[in-house]
């Protein structure tokens, strides 16, 4: 099987070494050149052929958002952001994986032995991803609008909707609450994303979707016309006090290497909402975190849907509930709001 061939774009000198090191010292990858602004990464692109691409968002001559959107329509291909990951930027970020970017990474601490060790697995492990995922062209961003059903629509719901995802996940959460009306039930969401981008995420969502998008946070209750977005560092857990329920924000271990983790979530909620009044929806992503959770839910009596192999970016976490058997559906992506819907009420 042929090498991964990467191409970085950084205009550090010191970091486009360091990836060079790290990425050159892994099995089955190999750095076909660097380039230290967009326009000599353009011309290597076509010079090179590279599989993957790590990019940088602040460069000199063209910024990494602007040079992204060129390349996204006119060549697209499996991009990495390695970026400086602060609250302050996260709308950056996120905007760099609407126009078309499959993942993020922060830029490690050079000094902090522990914390580049775990950057190193961490971006091999991205690499890899991002070489065998599937690649939106920007139009399928711009293009694909969803018009929610009137509020009227559907007014009474039963069940409430649990949904879990991790790459590629953050743009095909908005285009399944793009088609849910503002009378929703309440829909909770678990999307692997770090802790400085969550409270971003969620504003985004919110200003582009029907229901209310709220991150969550210690007590907020949950209710219909809510959307809750699990917080970046914490488990999502649920208790109730009366009739009401309200989040928990759980500091505990990673579970299956993630904090926020679906696992947890799929398992919290049937402490305050029995299984049978509940949809399950696992979207794109790496690994199979919350498949185990799932397939409990099932079993349970839960309404379950994966997203189907065609339609993700990355098709493991859904393959994981399909290899368990733990799907009553799978199917495109466009087609998920609609049915996640219907089985709601």
């Known amino acids: 099987m042929a090498n991964i061939r990467v191409l970085i774009v950084d205009d ?25 602004d967009p326009i000599i990464a353009r011309d290597k692109i076509k010079q090179l052929n590279p599989d993957v691409l790590t990019l940088d968002v602040e460069m000199p001559r063209m910024n990494g958002i602007q040079f992204l959107g060129n390349l996204m ?23 760099a994986l609407e126009i078309g970017a499959l993942d993020y990474i922060a830029k490690p601490q050079m ?11 961490a971006l091999i492990e991205k690499v890899r991803m991002a070489a065998g995922a599937k690649v939106r062209p920007l139009k399928h961003v711009h293009e694909v609008r969803f018009t929610p059903p009137p509020e009227g629509a559907c007014s009474k719901f039963s069940r409430w909707v649990v949904l879990g995802a991790s790459t590629g996940g953050t743009e095909a959460i908005k285009t399944v609450l793009g088609q849910v009306p ?10 692997h994303i770090p802790a400085v981008f969550s409270a971003s995420f969620a504003k985004r969502l919110d200003s582009s979707c029907a229901p209310e998008v709220l991150e969550a946070s210690e007590g907020l209750e949950v209710r219909p016309g809510r959307v809750i977005v699990a917080h970046g560092d914490h488990h999502l857990t649920f208790r109730a006090e009366g009739n009401q329920v309200h989040c928990c924000l759980s500091p505990a271990a990673p579970v299956n290497r993630h904090r926020p983790s679906v696992e947890v979530m799929f398992d919290s909620i049937t402490a305050v909402k029995p299984a049978q009044e509940l949809v399950a929806v696992m979207l794109t992503g790496m690994g199979a975190d919350g498949a185990a959770a799932m397939k409990r839910l ?43 819907m219907k089985m709601a009420e």
């Not at 790290?22 to 190999?30: H, Q, Y």
């Open 12 to 36: 550090s000198a010191l970091i486009r070494k360091m990836l060079t090191q790290v990425l050159g010292n892994a099995a089955g990858i190999e750095v076909v050149g660097v380039a230290s």
């Open 182 to 191: 503002a009378n929703c039930p309440p829909i909770l969401i678990t999307q």
């Open 111 to 121: 000094d902090n032995e522990k914390s580049f060790n775990a950057f190193s697995k």
């Open 73 to 95: 329509r006119l060549r697209p291909m499996p991009v990495v952001m390695v970026s400086t990951l602060t609250a302050a930027g996260a709308p950056v970020t996120l905007e």
């Open 298 to 340: 099932h079993q349970s009596g839960s309404r379950t849907i994966a997203q189907d192999e065609a339609s993700s970016v990355v098709y493991g976490m859904p393959k994981a509930v399909v290899d368990l058997q733990a799907a009553d559906k799978v199917m495109a992506l466009e087609k998920i709001a609609p049915l996640m």
